[in-house]
Each structure stands twice: as C-alpha cells, then as structure tokens.
C-alpha cells in the first residue's frame, strides 16, 4: 500500500465551522496545523509536505506574501490559497489552485488529489462536471460516453487544465509545464493535444464548450453547466497520439 499524502493546512486559529481539517480528516490524509505564515516555514523546514493549503479567508491577512514565501522555499510543491468571498485572486501569491470561499468539501478535495501524484495503489478518480478523470490509469469519461484513454502528454495536459479549472492559462504555461520549454515560436504541438483533448472530452468538437479558446492568450477549462447540452452515447477507444 502507498503511504498517506501529507497535507500542510495553514488557517486560523479561530476557524472555527470554517475550518478544513474535518474534511481532510475524512479523507485520510496524514495532516498538519498551523496557524500562520511563519509556522508554516518552521514547519516546512524539517519535513516536505505533499501539498499546502493556505486557508486565508479564516486569518487576518490575505496571505498573498506567505504563499509567496512558501513557494520560494518549496517550488515544486502544489498550494492551493483560499480567500474571502467577494475578494479577487491575486496571482502573486503563486498558488497553483485559487479557491473563493464558499466552496464545497467535495471540491476542495478534488483540487487535493488533481494536484497530488497518483496513488499507483488504487485507481483515483477526479470528478467535475459531467467529466471523470482516471488518474492512475489516465483515462476520461465524459456523460457516461464511456473511456477514453490519453497519452501521458494528454493526460498531463489534462490535469493541468483540472487545477486551474475557470482560470485562463496562457500558452507559456502549457508549454512549460507540459513540455518544460519555453520555446513558444512553434506551438502547433501545443494546438494539436488540445485538439486531441478536445475530441475526449467535447460533446462537439467543432464547437468546444468545455475548453474554450482565449484568442491571443490561452485557454480556459470550464463545466458550463452542471448536464450536457447532447445527451451522446459511444464507446471509449485508445488514444493513437
């Protein structure tokens, strides 16, 4: 069996009905408190968590300059920073996933485990919208259609997408994170998976509502409502990219 993902939540003290813990709790992570920035790096000084949450929508600060601290100390570990209803995202923070309170505990954990590695050990499954991803075997099912299987280049493409779900992402990053370059003079590798993602996951293809193009920017991956505009049958196929 895999050992449990260790989770580091930062929120305060006073949480109180706010706090995270009991939902992380249910979901068996092995999870650590703190109840500021600083803790947070103490803490972080003699162990690497697996994921950090930032739960500034139940401190005083917005949080903004310890992500950024958090992330200087740890770059390759995900941070998921939460805020104030009404307030906007401040992308300096760097967090990988931005939450506005009120969210739900299903999606929060849905955010853990899309940024957390597979568990080799038992198949994880992310679900949002009408659209089940597959982790451990990188597969997508969407309305119930049935599987389709993805490269790991389209399976990492998709995930990336899944972390910043009604977010833009800009073509620099897909390229970067993706494909680990940042050589943009040539992206039609880039247009081409993105074609390929849309084919598993579009009831339409030729007009995607689900990855939705941002002209001169990137893209944006969004549910946009909670049923299909088709109700479409298939069969799952493999992927022959």
Not at 39 to 45: P, V
Not at 61 to 77: E, H, I, M, P, Y
Not at 82 to 108: H, I
Not at 215 to 220: D, F, M
């Amino acid at each position: 069996m895999g050992s449990k993902s260790v989770v580091l939540l930062v929120e305060g003290r006073n949480a109180g009905l706010e706090s995270l813990v009991p939902a992380l709790k249910k979901a068996s992570y092995e999870l650590s408190v703190v109840n500021t920035g600083d803790a947070a790096l103490s803490w972080a000084g003699n162990q690497e968590p697996d994921i950090i949450i930032f739960d500034a929508s139940t401190m005083r600060s917005n949080g903004v300059r310890s992500c950024r601290r958090l992330r200087r100390a740890f770059q390759k570990t995900p941070i998921i920073h939460a805020r104030a209803g009404g307030t906007n995202v401040d992308s300096t923070a760097e967090a990988d996933v931005y939450l506005e309170r009120p969210f739900s505990p299903r999606k929060l954990l849905n955010r853990v485990r899309a940024l957390l590695p597979p568990d080799d050990d038992k198949e994880e499954i992310v679900r949002y919208g009408y659209l089940t991803y597959f982790r451990t075997k990188q597969s997508v099912d969407v309305a119930g259609r049935g599987e389709y299987s993805l490269t790991p280049k389209l399976a990492a493409l998709l995930e990336l997408f899944i972390r910043h779900c009604d977010e833009l992402v800009s073509r620099e990053k897909l390229m970067l994170d993706v494909w680990e370059t940042n050589f943009l003079d040539d992206t039609r590798t880039l247009d081409v998976h993105v074609s390929w993602i849309r084919k598993r996951i579009e009831l339409n293809p030729g007009r995607p509502r689900v990855l939705r193009t941002v002209r001169g920017k990137g893209y944006i991956f969004g549910i946009l409502g909670s049923e299909p505009a088709e109700n479409q049958s298939g069969t799952g196929h493999n992927a022959s990219s």
